[in-house]
């Protein structure tokens, strides 16, 4: 394959995980949203705890789409090691969104619901970004091409022939 033809192959496959990475992530937004103005509207939780709950229920959302839709064909020999990489980089996705959000409630006094749902629809963008590149860097890893040696295994390993010698 062309060098070319393998740059267009590598930047299908990519927008292919965009696209997915897109689906779940919006249906996500839409979950951390409704959750969000549910409890805002319903309870006395303060703008923030209310967004901080929205989120944590997107990210149980989240890693089961991402984990049996977007990344399905990737590495799932080490779940435990993954969950608690998603968790960890959700936590930051969760400070960076709702750190938007605190900003703008408590530092500048934004808190009509209008407001409110704007500045944490910029978080959840803001924090979407950091997502899609820590999940797919450390959470998701992807399994070697087929044909690929184990990890760690080079072809200085192989035993070869050497010029002059039978048999190996």
Known sequence: MSERGALRARLGRLAREVAKFGAVGGAGVLVNLLVFNLVRHTTGLPVVRASILATVVAIAFNYVGFRHFTYRDRDKSRRTKELTLFLAFSAAGLVIENGVLYTATYGFGWDTPLQSNVFKFLGIGIGTLFRFWSYRTWVFRALPP???????????????????????
């Open 146 to 168: 087929a044909g690929a040696g184990a990890p760690g295994e080079s072809f200085l390993d192989e035993q070869r022939p050497q010029p002059g010698r039978v048999g190996g």
